[in-house]
Every structure is written in C-alpha cells, then in structure tokens.
C-alpha cells in the first residue's frame, strides 16, 4: 500500500464507519497519546525499564501503525498529502545534512 492509499483507505473508513473525523485539535491529542505508547513499549523492550505483565502483550508494529494512522488523519484533515510532503522532505535532507551525518564523529 502507498501512502496516498493509505490516506485514501483511512479517509474512506473516517466516512463509511467513523461518522466524522475527530477536531484536528483532538487528533494531536491522540497522537501523542499513541506515541507514548509507542515510548512505553521501547522504554521496556529496548532501554532499561522493567516490563509490567500488562506491557509484556503490547505489540510495537500495532502502536506504530496507531501512530501513523492518526498522522495521515491529520494530514487528510488539513489537505496534505504526505507523499509529497515527504518526497519535500527527502529533498530538504540531501540538500542540509548531505555532509552533516557524515562529518559527525560520534557516528563513527
């Protein structure tokens, strides 16, 4: 699936079974909330905090496919399309860190 069909299938399913989308504004609010979730499974699984039985079910792929979802609805909801918008991305990159990684002698 590419981006802009996953931005398609999610808008689709906003009007077909969501009823509406949430206010952008409440959106945000939900993506931070996933994003946590997704800090709390990498805290536990790749840092150093113990796991609760109740984390020990959580899925990383899931919480990161929560993350994306609420990030394209905010992108329908505010008319960007997100294939382009990383394809500016790509091109602000190569240009600003072409060298920067790479003269970055904590990375080697």
């Known amino acids: 699936m590419t981006i802009s069909e996953a931005q398609e299938k999610i808008n689709n399913w906003i009007n077909s079974t969501g009823v509406r989308y949430f206010s952008e504004l409440t959106n945000m ?3 931070t909330e996933e994003v946590g979730e997704v800090a709390r499974i990498m805290a536990r699984q790749y840092g150093d905090q113990s796991s609760k039985e109740s984390d020990k ?14 990030l394209l609805c905010i992108a329908n909801q505010t008319g960007i399309d997100m294939t382009v918008a990383l394809e500016k991305n790509f091109e602000k990159k190569n240009v600003r860190d072409a060298l920067r990684h790479q ?6």
């Open 29 to 31: 609010a939900i993506l």
């Open 57 to 70: 079910k959580k899925d990383l792929a899931d919480e990161l496919a929560d993350v994306l979802w609420v």
């Open 103 to 108: 003269q970055n002698e904590k990375l080697k």
